[in-house]
């Protein structure tokens, strides 16, 4: 039986390396993660990997999960089970998961289902559950740089739903659920990875 071609994005290997310094700070002591919007699949092979003492559970709408089951299938880790589908508008797992990943999704999502996200989020997270999220933020309205302004005309240009989110509208999201960000970390390319955490826990 043939292999699927897998998908690929350039900017998954760019970026991966500096996310994992970030989840080695913050999920060492964690057991199963959700990645959110797990795209061509090369971020939950190489984080699985790099991190074996984590269940990586990638997840994705439905159009996307064979991809990433192509680079699930090569790398071949005991760490990774099948993706499973998740859509904000309709699907979300019956597990809850005590730490969830996602790179790059707020600003291709429409701002309606950035807040679905969250509210799904509010259902899966266990009482001590830690969330990162990877990608460009606009502060106090502004944007950060030159080149992330570029990048939002872009956004717009395919699809008008879309855009750089402000970090203070998501982070008042991530309160709303009971989160209490813990850290925003500056990243190479002008992009973030913020970090919440359950309010009231210590770790």
Not at 131 to 148: A, D, R
Request: proline share 6%; charged share 20%.
């Amino acid at each position: 039986m043939t292999r699927p071609e897998k998908p690929y994005s350039p900017s998954c290997d760019r970026n991966r390396q500096p996310i994992l310094v970030v989840l080695r700070d913050h999920f060492m002591d964690r057991a199963t993660v959700l990645e959110i919007g797990s795209g061509t699949g090369q971020h939950a092979v190489f984080f699985a990997a790099a991190l074996p003492h984590l269940v990586w559970q990638a997840s994705d709408c439905r159009e996307n999960l064979v991809g990433i089951q192509a680079w699930l299938d090569e790398a071949a880790l005991p760490n990774t089970p099948p993706p499973i589908e998740l859509d904000v508008n309709a699907v979300w797992p019956r597990r809850r998961f005590d730490a969830v990943f996602s790179a790059n999704t707020l600003h291709i999502m429409s701002w309606a289902q950035v807040q679905r996200l969250f509210t799904g989020l509010g259902d899966l997270m266990t009482g001590d559950a830690k969330l990162i999220i990877y990608g460009p933020f606009n502060y106090g309205g502004k944007f950060t740089s030159e080149s992330n302004a570029n990048f939002d005309v872009w956004l717009k240009e395919c699809g008008s739903h879309q855009g750089i989110r402000d970090f203070e509208a998501v982070n008042s999201l991530a309160a709303e659920i009971g989160l209490e960000l813990i850290e925003d970390r500056a990243m190479p390319a002008n992009n973030r990875c913020v970090v919440w955490r359950r309010a009231g826990t210590s770790n």
